[in-house]
């Protein structure tokens, strides 16, 4: 069993800059892959970032590829999201999530065992 703490989120203007943190309780974190995943109202659960367990395999949604940059220490249990170059676009509720495979990065939400409750990004313009 894994829990999940989202925290970082917040408003920030267009252009700015958050960075994402999720805590993991248990002693398992180095033994997912993990992920995040976004929602905004009106609209399905989306990919954003995966990285493998080691950190060595990461993939990103083409919407945020080349702004986000996915990253963990596993010596924290903490996987982190640092988001620059924010538009209005990326404003959702932010999820991450732990994935049944360790050594594979998944994009679709079903291959995720474990969710934290989400943090609000909310970027004006």
């Known amino acids: 069993q894994v829990q999940l703490v989202e925290s970082g989120g917040g408003l920030v203007q267009a252009g700015g800059s958050l960075r994402l943190s999720c805590a993991a309780s248990?002693?398992?974190?180095?033994?997912?892959?993990m992920g995040w995943f976004r929602q905004a109202p009106g609209k399905e659960r989306e990919f954003v970032a995966a990285?493998?367990?080691?950190?060595?395999?990461?993939d990103y949604s083409s919407s945020v590829k080349g702004r986000f940059t996915i990253s963990r220490d596993n010596t924290k249990n903490t996987v982190y999201l640092q988001m620059n170059s924010l538009n209005p676009e990326d404003t959702a509720v932010y999820y991450c999530?732990?994935?049944?495979?360790?050594?594979?990065?998944?994009?679709?939400?079903?291959?995720?065992?474990?969710w934290g409750q989400g943090t609000q990004v909310t970027v004006s313009s």
């Open positions: 999530a732990a994935s049944r495979s360790r050594y594979y990065v998944h994009n679709r939400p079903d291959e995720y065992d474990y």
């Open positions: 248990g002693r398992t974190f180095s033994s997912h892959a």
């Open positions: 990285i493998n367990w080691i950190g060595g395999n990461a």
